[in-house]
């Protein structure tokens, strides 16, 4: 069956600390894979976009990783702030269509 | 300031009834979605339109309805046919066809009375 998943327990770091998050997915093909965050109550922001010929990407304190070998993709945060606390969603482009798959979300709580 | 807006914020049904969840762009977008996102799931398509005059079902259109007469606006409609109506509810844009990246309204949460 296809399926993407997040962590689905809340993720609890001190301040400082690197966080990391994992998109696994089973039985797609992705063209490219997106991390969003969501604050409670808010719409989810795009954050980084990673096609499947990319290994990693950055932007300022962020880095993902894509492997389609593992079918799996991380994002970090660096040095990480109680302002980076909020859900994060992966999503996954297919080839076949465009069609957007979006994981459930993994809560980052940054604790000072 | 450009963006999406989704109103109302909070929204109650009675059985039987039914209501409409606005969202309206000015970010010039060809393209635009009604996602429902429910606690511990990912966000599911209900209905996308990436032109005027015309939509397309997406993985969970039943008991919802949508229109699209102007570029900039994209009503989505909970009739009473859907029976389970509580979530939040997303509208969402993007430039063209390729949903490389997805703006988002603040959303709306629809509750039932």
């Known amino acids: 069956s296809q399926k993407i998943e997040q962590n689905s327990e809340a993720l609890n770091i001190q301040e400082g600390k690197t966080a990391t998050l994992t998109c696994n997915y089973t039985n797609y093909s992705p063209a490219y894979l997106q991390w969003y965050r969501q604050d409670p109550g808010r719409g989810p922001v795009f954050l980084l976009l990673?096609?499947?010929?990319?290994k990693e990407k950055r932007k300022e304190r962020l880095k993902v990783t894509f492997d389609t070998t593992l079918k799996q993709s991380l994002f970090h945060i660096t040095a990480s702030q109680p302002a980076d606390s909020a859900t994060y969603l992966c999503a996954l482009v297919l080839n076949q269509g465009g069609k957007l798959i979006f994981g459930q979300g993994t809560e980052l709580s940054v604790k000072p | 300031d450009g963006g999406i807006t989704q109103s109302p914020k909070y929204l109650f049904r009675k059985e039987g009834q039914n209501v409409t969840l606005s969202c309206e762009q000015n970010l010039n977008h060809d393209a635009m979605y009604w996602y429902r996102q429910d606690p511990g799931q990912g966000l599911r398509l209900i209905y996308y339109?990436?032109?005027?005059?015309?939509?397309q079902k997406g993985d969970i259109a039943e008991g919802y309805s949508v229109s699209r007469e102007k570029k900039e606006s994209f009503p989505l409609t909970v009739t009473s046919a859907q029976k389970n109506p509580t979530a939040f509810y997303l509208c969402a844009s993007t430039p063209g066809q390729l949903r490389e990246k997805l703006f988002f309204g603040s959303g709306t949460q629809l509750s039932v009375l």
């Open positions: 990673i096609r499947e010929n990319e």
């Open positions: 339109s990436q032109i005027v005059n015309d939509f």
